[in-house]
C-alpha cells in the first residue's frame, strides 16, 4: 500500500547509545517532516525537509540529526539518547506547492531511553 | 506566528450524544485549518480539511468543522458519537504564507465514548 513506512516499530535504548530512524514514501512527494509526540503536547516538529537536498530545523531540534538521503527516504539520528528523548516519533510528507494539501502520517517509532 | 489551542484535553460523551471539540487558532494572515484523529498505537489519519471554500468542511466517519473567522475558531462536531469514534483528534493549522508549508498541530483532544 502507498504511504509512508517507519521503521523501527518500537526501540528501547540505553542512555547515550545512538540510533536512527528511517522513514520512507512511495508517493512522490516533495517535502518530509519528523515529528515527535509527547502527553498533552500534541506534535513538535524536530526537522523538516522541504525538497530533496535541503533540510531545516524545526521547533525542537536539539539532539537530533537528520538526512535527506534521496526523495523517498528521511532518517533521523539520534547521536546520544536521552531519557527526554523518550517519545513517539512520527514521519510525514506532502506535496510541496498546494498549501491546502494535507500531510501523510506513518504509524510510528515508540522510542524509550532508559 | 501561527498557533493552535484545543480547549479540554479529555471529553467524555455517552455513544449517541453530540460530539464537539474545541479549536481555536491565532493566523496572521487566513489560514488552511485541518482535523486528524490518532487511534490508539497508529499513525495520525486526515479528517478533514478547511481551504478557503466553504465554511461548513464535511470530513469522514461523519464529522464535519466549521470555520468561523470572527471567531477565530474551528471546532469538531458529530450529531451521533459511536464507541469506535473513541479517539484523540488534532487540529492543526497551516498559513497560506509559510515557505515550509508547516502543520502546527494543538496538544489534542481524547475522546472517550461510554456506552
Known amino acids: 500500500n502507498a504511504g509512508v513506512t517507519q521503521t523501527p516499530k518500537f526501540q528501547v535504548l540505553k542512555t547515550g547509545q545512538s540510533m536512527t530512524l528511517q522513514c520512507a514514501q512511495d508517493?512522490?512527494?516533495?517535502?518530509m517532516y519528523w515529528y515527535r509526540q509527547d502527553p498533552g503536547m500534541g506534535l513538535r516538529l524536530i526537522y523538516y525537509?522541504?525538497?530533496?537536498?535541503?533540510?531545516d530545523k524545526g521547533e525542537v531540534p536539539n539532539g537530533y540529526n537528520v538526512s535527506r538521503l534521496n526523495k523517498r527516504e528521511f532518517s533521523l539520528r539520534l547521536e546520544s539518547a536521552a531519557p527526554s528523548q523518550t517519545s513517539v516519533y512520527f514521519c510525514?510528507?506532502?506535496?510541496?506547492?498546494?498549501?491546502?494539501?494535507?500531510?501523510?502520517f506513518g504509524s510510528g517509532t515508540r522510542l524509550t531511553v532508559v | 506566528a501561527q498557533s493552535v489551542t484545543q480547549l479540554g484535553s479529555h471529553v467524555s460523551v455517552s455513544e449517541g450524544a453530540l460530539v464537539l471539540l474545541r479549536c481555536n487558532y491565532s493566523?496572521?494572515?487566513?489560514?488552511?485549518l485541518f482535523w486528524y484523529v490518532q487511534y490508539p498505537n497508529q499513525g495520525l489519519q486526515l479528517l478533514l480539511k478547511?481551504?478557503?471554500?466553504?465554511?461548513l468542511v464535511k470530513g469522514i466517519n461523519g464529522f464535519e468543522a466549521e470555520f468561523k473567522k470572527s471567531e477565530t475558531s474551528f471546532h469538531l462536531t458529530k450529531p451521533s458519537a459511536h464507541m469506535s469514534d473513541a479517539a484523540e483528534y488534532f487540529c492543526?493549522?497551516?498559513?497560506?504564507?509559510?515557505?515550509?508549508?508547516?502543520?502546527?498541530f494543538g496538544g489534542g483532544t481524547r475522546l472517550m465514548v461510554k456506552p
Open positions: 510525514a510528507s506532502r506535496m510541496t506547492g498546494i498549501t491546502n494539501y494535507g500531510y501523510t
Open positions: 508517493m512522490n512527494h516533495n517535502s
Open positions: 525537509s522541504a525538497s530533496e537536498g535541503t533540510t
Open positions: 493566523s496572521s494572515v487566513p489560514p488552511y
Open positions: 478547511y481551504t478557503s471554500a466553504a465554511t
Open positions: 492543526a493549522v497551516i498559513e497560506n504564507n509559510n515557505a515550509g508549508n508547516m502543520l502546527t
